[in-house]
């Protein structure tokens, strides 16, 4: 043990009391991820942590020892393992062993993954990452695409080429606002990002699947002027909320039909673009000019890691190279090669692709196939358990690897406390939402499963405290 505190280091020295601290977090990191049950994890006030914590940005440093001491005590503990197996929450993440092993080695690299010219090995691995998941969606040749930091800025980069590309098209809609069309279900980063961009949404109010016709039908109820500014049509496969497809091929008709960019939001759902047995719910869905799909949920990538892929990469590349005599030399063709930021909102950036390339070149794509598979598995086995149970039952099928379901007689306030008294107790992290029909919404309970570790007994034990 070496105590940092009391000496004043130069920021970059090297000397045995680094390589000892070095060790110390190795040892850290090797305990975190060898351990199937990591703690829970339950927040604290601000106050609390205050209190607990104290000031640790001082002149003089407080010293590694105590910073990653109090990390190990106080911090981590007030933070969700969002891998824990009873984490059945949002969209939880069980990133796999070997892939955080190589964020570290990431980190370590120190890469700059905007341009070739600086991270040509590391881009070229992240490179044959992105063909596996390009091969996934069944998207024509010299379609290709780029890991973004998560499912948000995918859809903002595909929003933004959407637009770029409509106002190429025809120099009349640059003075037009934008407006796009897509499904209630859709994620809240739809609309969101719409704004960001300065667009408009209109909504196929839906919580179920959007089909071909509820678009064309609400295409047509658009005033002329309304229907020149529509640009883009964005369906979800596999909705955050319970893991709806929407009818990808006759939405992919229409909008071939309307010359409208088609966009898929598959953040959640994409993993399951490797699952056999629900592969055929997704297609059409390499008729879209655009894909997002988040690596960070379902393919079991540590955060952060999300992807876009385009059918037409040369048409994001005019929406988002940036320009700047600074920036000449790595566009030079002496330079040549694949330049990540010139597909997407981000320039600086991490190669945040590599840890899902060293997972998947170390374990196999069938590994990721099968993983998956227990996540839809697993959601059919809950769905089992719940009709059996008699105080639970279904509100709809399982959707990929989601199930709402309610406990009978429950209100609102009952699932809330229910939540509440299972994270605090360091149990399970389940959190209710809302399923929409027609125009009452509903207070449901909602379990997502991502993680391979999560047991039926888990299952029984969560059930359990609903009795
Ligand atoms: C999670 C999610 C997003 C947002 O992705 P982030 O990685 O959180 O930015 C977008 N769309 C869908 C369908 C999602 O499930």
Not at 258 to 272: I, S
Request: aromatic fraction near 10%.
């Amino acid at each position: 043990m070496n105590d940092f505190a009391g000496k004043t280091y130069a920021l970059h020295e090297i000397d045995i009391h680094l390589v000892e601290m070095t060790l110390d977090i190795m040892k850290y990191v090797i305990g975190r991820i060898t351990e199937k049950n990591p703690q829970l994890g339950y927040f604290r006030s601000e106050e609390e942590l205050r209190e607990m914590v104290g000031n640790t940005i001082t002149p003089h440093g407080i010293g590694g020892e105590k910073a990653l001491e109090l990390w190990k005590d106080v911090l981590s503990k007030a933070s969700v393992s969002i891998d824990h197996p009873r984490h059945l929450a949002f969209v939880p993440a069980a990133p796999s062993r070997a892939a955080v092993m190589f964020d570290l080695v990431t980190s370590a690299a120190s890469i700059h993954g905007a341009y070739w010219m600086e991270g040509a090995g590391g881009i070229f691995a992240e490179m044959q990452a992105m063909e596996w998941l390009v091969s996934l969606t069944g998207m024509p040749e010299g379609s290709f695409g780029v890991f973004t930091s998560g499912g948000t800025l995918a859809n903002l980069s595909a929003i933004v080429t959407a637009r770029e590309t409509w106002r190429r098209d025809n120099e009349e809609n640059c003075a037009r606002k934008g407006l796009i069309i897509t499904s209630s279900g859709a994620h809240s980063s739809i609309k969101a990002m719409a704004q960001v961009t300065d667009a408009e949404i209109i909504f196929v109010e839906t919580e179920n699947r959007m089909m071909g016709a509820d678009l064309e039908a609400k295409i047509n109820t658009l005033s002329a002027e309304d229907r020149q500014r529509l640009f883009a049509v964005v369906a979800t496969g596999g909705t955050t909320n319970a893991g709806i497809i929407d009818d990808l091929e006759g939405i992919a008709e229409v909008c071939e039909k309307e010359k409208l960019w088609f966009h898929v939001d598959a953040a959640y759902g994409g993993g399951a673009l490797a699952a056999d047995s629900v592969r055929y719910l997704f297609n059409g869905i390499e008729r879209a000019d655009s894909i997002t799909i988040d690596p960070h949920k379902w393919l079991f990538s540590p955060y952060d890691c999300g992807a876009v892929i385009y059918k037409n990469p040369q048409l994001a590349k005019k929406a988002h190279t940036q320009e700047g005599s600074y920036l000449d030399i790595f566009k030079d063709e002496g330079a040549n090669g694949f330049n990540p930021s010139d597909y997407q909102i981000q320039l600086t950036r991490r190669v945040r692709g590599l840890p899902l390339w060293f997972s998947l070149a170390m374990h196999g794509t069938d590994v990721y196939k099968n993983a998956v598979e227990r996540g839809i598995e697993l959601a059919q086995i809950a769905a089992l358990k719940i009709i059996r149970n008699r105080n639970t039952e279904l509100v709809r099928e399982p959707g990929l690897s989601c199930v709402l379901f309610r406990r009978i007689g429950w209100k609102a306030e009952d699932y809330k406390n229910w939540t509440y008294t299972n994270h605090k107790a360091g149990f399970a992290l389940v959190t209710p939402t809302q399923w929409r029909s027609g125009d009452s919404f509903e207070t449901v309970a909602r379990f997502c499963f991502i993680n391979p570790d999560t047991s039926e007994h888990d299952i029984d034990a969560i059930l359990a405290t609903m009795d």
